[in-house]
């Protein structure tokens, strides 16, 4: 139950993280700061993709 619910809060806010990395490249006035902040979206999705596997590999 503890592992669930860590893992709420850890997906949560890496998703947060992928939103303010969506936001910085937004408004971002040249291409390295573009491409950060698309490549923070990308691990945040990712990283969450591969939390709810190991949830469902857990059960």
């Known amino acids: ?6 893992s709420w809060i850890v997906g949560g806010f890496v998703g947060l993280l992928g939103l303010v990395g969506l936001v910085l490249s937004a408004g971002a006035k040249d291409l390295a700061v573009h ?10 999705v990712l990283f969450n993709f591969w939390l709810i596997k190991r949830s469902y590999d857990q059960g």
């Open 35 to 44: 491409g950060f902040g698309l490549a923070v979206f990308a691990f945040a």
């Open 1 to 6: 139950m503890k592992d669930k619910i860590s």
